[in-house]
């Protein structure tokens, strides 16, 4: 949760007009959502195309606004999607258990939520793909792939603030990117175009969802030199 702010601070942030309380609950309260999603109630397009018109406003490189967005709500489409996401699904969960790389209750409880979804993604009302109209930089600098992947990301995760706000729900996926050529043969995307993630949207089932355990900013944060933890007087680093 956001530390106590000084009265400064408070009156800084209130002068520009935003409710902190509902901000913070907004930043705080979005997690991904796969065992609560309910498959049962239809999401209208019109508010995909609502939340998608927030996202949008989303910084990108150069505003060369290089996305494209590829919403799945038919059975057909969703099925393909759906039959790669499981094969990469289960590589991925074999290679984590031969590698021992599991945390035991977490890994369980964890394991719980992403079964559920992959063994019923197909169900999800909407499936939605952001995609980039180039291809990654091959052979390039770090700074070119951080550019290339920094011009979309930001706008993909205002989506999901956005969908949260309107009482959807959504989940960050990319196992379906295994089986990046053939998602987009099925799809007609042509081999130009990169797909980024998959985010499965539906309406979410209660409201009781909570600030996940995170370390403290104090604890992982230095100060002009790695390792530096110079820390405000105010600030301790086991807050």
């Known amino acids: 949760m956001r ?6 601070s408070v009156g800084l942030l209130d002068s520009a007009g935003f409710d902190l309380a509902s901000t913070d609950r907004l930043l705080t309260t979005t997690r991904s959502v ?30 060369r606004q290089r996305w494209r967005w590829l ?6 489409p969703k099925n393909a999607v759906a039959e790669v996401y499981r094969r990469g699904y289960d590589r991925y ?13 977490t890994f369980d409880r964890n394991l719980l939520s992403s079964d559920h979804l992959a063994q019923n993604l197909e169900r999800v009302p909407a499936l939605v793909i952001p995609c980039f109209l180039d291809r990654p930089p091959s052979g390039k600098s770090q700074e070119a792939l951080a550019q ?22 959504a989940a960050w996926t990319t196992l379906h990117l ?9 799809l007609g995307i042509p081999d130009t175009v990169t797909q980024v993630a998959m985010l499965p949207v539906a309406y979410y089932i209660g409201e009781d ?16 030199s790695w390792g530096v933890k110079d820390l405000p007087a105010d600030v301790s680093v086991d807050k």
Do not use: K
């Open 209 to 224: 969802f909570r600030p996940a355990p995170r370390r403290p900013a104090a604890q992982v944060t230095y100060f002009n």
């Open 71 to 76: 919403i799945l709500d038919q059975d057909g």
């Open 93 to 105: 969960v074999e290679a984590r258990r031969s590698s021992g790389d599991v945390d035991g209750p």
């Open 148 to 169: 290339f992947y920094g011009s979309i990301l930001p706008a993909a995760w205002s989506l999901m603030l956005a969908l949260r706000t309107r009482g959807l729900g």
């Open 178 to 186: 295994s089986g990046e050529a053939e998602v987009a043969s099925a």
């Open 34 to 63: 796969r065992r609560r999603l309910d498959l049962e109630r239809p999401v209208p397009r019109s508010i995909l195309l609502e939340c998608l018109d927030l996202a949008l406003q989303a910084p990108t490189g150069a505003n």
């Open 3 to 8: 530390p106590s702010a000084t009265l400064s």
